[in-house]
């Protein structure tokens, strides 16, 4: 972590590595190969750095931006490398950081990576917090205008935690509301949960979009969610992440 703060350009020797957390969509279950990146960093001795570490160190010592421009490079030159070995998957997401989406130059940076990756890019969802989102609302709207005009998706990520104002929705055209975790976790145990998440689907759907639950872990809660009728489910009780070459793996063993 050290490094992080010190080195800056060539990621990879620092050990930052990707994982990948299925998405399931719940209107054709099986049928799809959909995920989310997330970030890892492999220590010396081999232990997993998770992303929050990685993510606090990086934004301490200005190199956020470096992370996610080295993030959403790597996720595109691994899904052109095995695009035929995925025809079933439609879409990866990619968190960014608040950090990121208010510096220009990372702006300038990624839109000239992805103008490098053509049509690749219209399976690209750019995963972004509110609190991010708010943070300066005229910039995530040019940024947003501009994933579009190149055929990418937009989530809000960790919807209904934080400050969630309806006008925000609205000013914002994402195209799917991630349903915060906590929310999902708990359903079971707290039944005013239900009632949000039920909620969140229902605006979701009248706003065109589409909503994705994360943290399912246990069948029962998987089961509730599509009754509520939530187009995609993430969370343990369908994997957890795991290293890109699994993901292949487990696809070559499906088909
Ligand atoms: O699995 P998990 O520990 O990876 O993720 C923890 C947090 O770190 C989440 O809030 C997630 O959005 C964030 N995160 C994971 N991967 C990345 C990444 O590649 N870039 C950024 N900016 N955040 C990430
Ligand atoms: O904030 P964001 O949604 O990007 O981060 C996703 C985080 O949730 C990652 O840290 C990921 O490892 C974690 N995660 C994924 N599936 C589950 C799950 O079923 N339960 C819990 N508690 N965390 C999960
Ligand atoms: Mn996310
Ligand atoms: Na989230």
């Known amino acids: 972590l050290k ?10 020797p620092l050990g930052l590595t990707l994982f990948m957390q299925p998405i399931m969509s719940l209107s054709a279950p099986g049928q799809s190969l959909d995920f989310e990146v997330l970030l890892r960093m492999r220590g010396p001795d081999g232990t997993l750095i998770p992303a929050p570490k990685i993510i606090q160190a990086a934004e ?39 950090g990121s989406l208010n510096d220009e130059q990372f702006i300038e940076d990624v ?27 005229d910039n995530t709207r040019r940024f947003i205008a501009r994933v579009h005009e190149l055929g990418g998706k ?11 104002s309806f006008n925000y929705l609205k000013e914002l055209s994402a ?8 929310f999902i976790k708990s359903m079971a145990s707290h ?3 239900v009632a949000i998440v039920e909620a969140i689907v229902a605006l979701a759907r009248n706003l065109g979009m589409r909503s994705i639950a994360e943290w399912v872990e246990d069948y029962n809660t998987l089961a509730a969610l599509a ?7 993430q969370g343990y009780v369908i994997a957890k992440p795991m290293p890109g070459e699994r993901i ?5 063993a499906a088909a």
């Open 3 to 12: 490094l992080i703060e010190t080195l800056g350009g060539d990621l990879e």
């Open 60 to 98: 301490r010592s200005g190199n956020i931006a470096a992370i996610d421009r080295w993030v959403v490079t790597t996720t595109l030159e691994w899904l052109q490398r095995h695009r035929a070995e995925l025809p079933q998957t439609r879409f990866v997401c990619v968190n960014l950081s608040g």
């Open 111 to 137: 839109f000239a990576v992805l103008a490098r990756f053509g049509p690749l890019v219209e399976m690209l969802c750019f995963e972004i917090t509110e609190g991010v989102a708010l943070h300066d609302l």
């Open 154 to 164: 937009i989530a809000l990520d960790d919807f209904g935690a934080g400050y969630t």
């Open 175 to 182: 195209d799917a509301l991630k349903i915060d975790g906590a």
């Open 191 to 193: 039944p005013a949960n």
């Open 227 to 233: 009754e509520l009728g939530v187009d995609y489910v």
């Open 248 to 252: 292949l793996g487990a696809h070559n």
